[in-house]
């Protein structure tokens, strides 16, 4: 997808973007009716796509992200203060080493490392993706749906995954004790989940 193949796009994306992109990619292709499958961020994107698209057979979502976590929220607000603060206290240390190794610190302790390793733009894309609430996409997405989760995620607890489940019309679950990337640590029994249900 565009920002997450190694080249940063021209311009901070959000959610319709990758959705045009995919909606390209299936033309282009010439694959009319298709089954979408998609991991966390690629989740939210699928099931905007599948809101807002008849081409969708069948729906996929292994993690998928999209529903507001407010504890994620607080954690977004706590950790913005601390940052804030962070600089103001450091800024007269910019540009230097000691500087760039607080920086660090203060997103490796709020497990947000890809943010800090993004450019610019890709942090203001994550920003606009991680913005996206696809709760009211659930109720337009009338493909069969399966969700797969891992009871033990704390990217996207299980929690979000019945609430997907309640809102898509024909959705079903599958829980593996697991994490967020069940798909690698399960991969035989994921795989299992998806060919039974296509």
Not at 76 to 90: C, D, E, M, Q, Y
């Amino acid at each position: 997808m565009p920002g997450f193949d190694g080249e940063d796009p021209q311009k901070a994306l959000g959610v319709d973007d990758y959705v045009e992109w995919l909606e390209k990619y299936i033309k282009e292709n010439k694959l009319g009716s298709v089954a979408l499958i998609g991991h966390s961020n690629g989740g939210r994107i699928a099931m905007r796509y599948a809101a807002t698209h008849k081409n969708v057979a069948k729906l996929v979502l292994i993690a998928a992200a999209g529903i507001p976590n407010t504890r994620i929220s607080l954690k977004k607000s706590v950790f913005k203060a601390l940052a804030k603060a962070g600089k103001t206290i450091l800024s007269p240390l910019q540009g230097t080493s000691f500087y760039s190794a607080a920086e660090k610190l203060l997103y490796k302790a709020a497990r947000e490392s890809d943010y800090y390793k993004a450019s610019p733009v890709m942090k203001e894309t994550m920003l606009n993706l991680i913005g996206y609430d696809a709760t009211g996409d659930l109720k337009k997405i009338s493909c069969p749906s399966l969700c797969i989760w891992g009871r033990q995620d704390t990217a996207t607890p299980l929690w979000m995954g019945e609430k997907i489940v309640a809102g898509i019309p024909h959705c079903d679950i599958k829980i593996i004790d697991g994490g967020h990337s069940i798909h690698i640590t399960h991969p035989e029994i994921v795989a299992g989940y998806i060919k039974d249900f296509l």
